[in-house]
């Protein structure tokens, strides 16, 4: 399964952008799916998961009610609508995917088995 993240770049505070993630490979319909970030000299940390029906998601605190993660199992992508984004939001964001099959969210990386090249969203105050 190769994961291929876009739809980063600059926007300012308070702004939208929307992050998708196309599979190749494979179709990952049945795959757990999540995001993560990494700003700079900090760690990677877990945003949003996914179930593979798409039925249950989770969220960071952080990030509850302004980022919407959603799948659309017959493009092979998965997405995450940024919306009234903070300077804070900065940082390369990845997603990941997994075989893992329940209806059980994945929250950490480690949970993960494959990876995509982040996309970089910049933040201006």
């Known amino acids: 399964v190769q994961l291929q993240a876009f739809g980063g770049g600059p926007v300012q505070a308070g702004g939208s952008l929307r992050l998708s993630c196309a599979a190749s490979?494979?179709?990952?319909?049945?795959?757990?799916m999540g995001w993560f970030r990494q700003a700079p000299g900090k760690e990677r940390e877990f945003v949003a998961g996914i179930s593979w029906s798409g039925v249950r998601s989770y969220y960071s605190d952080f990030v509850k009610d302004r980022f919407t993660i959603s799948r659309d199992g017959a493009k092979n992508t998965l997405y995450l609508q940024l919306n009234n984004l903070k300077p804070e939001d900065t940082a390369v964001y990845y997603c990941a995917a997994d075989p893992h099959h329940s209806e059980l969210v994945l929250r950490t990386s480690l949970a993960y088995h494959y990876w995509g090249h982040g996309t970089l969203v910049t933040v201006s105050s």
């Open positions: 490979g494979r179709t990952v319909s049945s795959y757990s």
